[in-house]
């Protein structure tokens, strides 16, 4: 039996979310080889819900290759249809080193200026806005002024 175990709420949710998905993986005629396994691995590390799709015909080893699969892997056996399989296990969080140094990036804006007669459209402009710059409520882009320091600091320090 695999380690995840699912309520069938939450089971019914995954085959939802599975619906749209191509099998990511395909087991041939040779069957279960360290090849697919790892292939599969690969995959859920990816994705998190992936679908194998296997050409044997043999129902009861299709049977025995999706519990084989959910037990390798540690994935959720979600669904067994025809020649598909459904696996899902958890992605794991990447992890992600904040820099403080680091600044906003560029960000594009669209503008809209009005016309001064009513019947006309606006002109749409996009203006790119840097990280240390900001827009005005005119439309203009205003670098971020540097902070002042007072004389009185200036001289103490």
């Known amino acids: 039996m695999s380690a995840i175990q699912l309520t069938p709420a ?9 619906h749209h998905l191509d099998p990511v993986v395909m087991i041939g005629n040779d069957g279960l080889t360290a090849a697919v396994i790892k292939e599969a691995e690969m995959a859920l590390n990816a994705h998190g819900l992936i679908k194998i ?16 699969l959910a037990d390798q892997l540690n994935a959720a056996p979600i669904q067994h249809i025809g020649k598909l399989f459904v696996l899902w296990r958890p992605r794991a969080e990447k992890e992600r ?10 960000r594009d804006v669209k503008v809209l200026k009005y016309s001064s007669r009513g019947g006309q459209r606006p002109e749409v402009k996009t203006l790119r806005v840097l990280g240390n710059q900001r827009l005005t409520s005119g439309g203009q882009v205003k670098r971020a002024k540097p902070k002042k320091i007072s004389v009185k600091k200036r001289t103490l320090g």
């Open 10 to 18: 939450q089971r019914k949710i995954h085959r939802a979310e599975a």
């Open 97 to 106: 080193t904040a820099d403080e140094d680091r600044m906003a990036g560029p």
């Open 53 to 68: 799709r296997v050409l044997g015909d043999d129902r009861q080893a299709r049977e025995a290759m999706f519990v084989a």
